[in-house]
């Protein structure tokens, strides 16, 4: 069943309607989650809008040219005025759009404190890589730390954050529950988990993050990942290999 979830579109309240029924195009949206795949490493920056037209940006990671053009053209053309810039974690690879987004829409980073260390050393992340870059052309000004259990709105909408710690000291994740979506940037992905051998990781954490955070929430939950393909909690709890078989 997980192979007919949406990569990106537009969910509806999952107690309405089954997300996989044809029918509810004709139903009023919730939330519109536009993905995008960006930069070397395959990020999933995720634009979340409603009705309002309010949107947010989630992961910035925009690091060619053309990828900036088909952002930018995606939040001008529809007329969207930008609310929060917000990230799972401080990962390079998550960073790239920040500043870009942050002056042309006069907003600061939304992020978890835990992961602030990360932005000392940009280059020596890039580095391991073969990228180039310095602090400047990436390092975010942060205007807010995001901590368990606040919340970020935008429009109508609203998102509640989780820290799950594990893959980095401070990821998090945000949950909008009237829509039934999460967006888990590195924590879970469909089948596996982020990797816990970068600063600060830590395997043990991770898997009992997911198991007595994300795994509580319900089974039909569309999981946005940080890279790769949406999953459902219910699929995970499952069928992932690390954290899974968890009923
Ligand atoms: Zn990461
Ligand atoms: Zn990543």
Known sequence: MHSQIPQEGVVF?????????????????????????????????YVLSDE???????????????????????????D?????????????DHLFGINTLASMFELKLECHRADAFLLEDIPGQLKMFGLPGTN????????????EGDSITFGNQSLRVFHVPGHSPGSIVFYNESAGC???????FHSGIGR????????????????????????????????????????EKKHNPFAGMVM
């Open 80 to 92: 969207f005025v930008v609310k929060h810039l917000l990230n799972t974690h401080l990962h390079f």
């Open 13 to 45: 309240a999952v107690n309405i309607l089954p997300f996989n029924d044809t029918s509810m195009d004709q139903q009023p949206a919730l939330v519109k989650i536009k993905t995008f795949e960006f930069n070397p490493l395959g990020v999933n920056t």
């Open 182 to 188: 999460l967006f888990s940037g590195d924590a879970l």
């Open 52 to 78: 309002t037209k309010e949107c947010v940006v989630i992961d910035a990671s925009f690091f060619y040219a053309d990828e900036r053009e088909v952002l930018l053209n995606y939040i001008l053309d529809h």
């Open 196 to 235: 816990t051998d970068l600063p600060g990781g830590n395997y043990d954490e991770l898997i009992n993050q997911i198991q007595t955070k994300l795994f509580r929430l319900p089974d039909e939950t569309i999981v946005y990942a940080g890279h790769g393909p949406t999953t459902t909690i219910g699929f």
């Open 136 to 147: 400047a052309d990436y390092k975010p000004e942060i205007g807010r730390y995001l901590n």
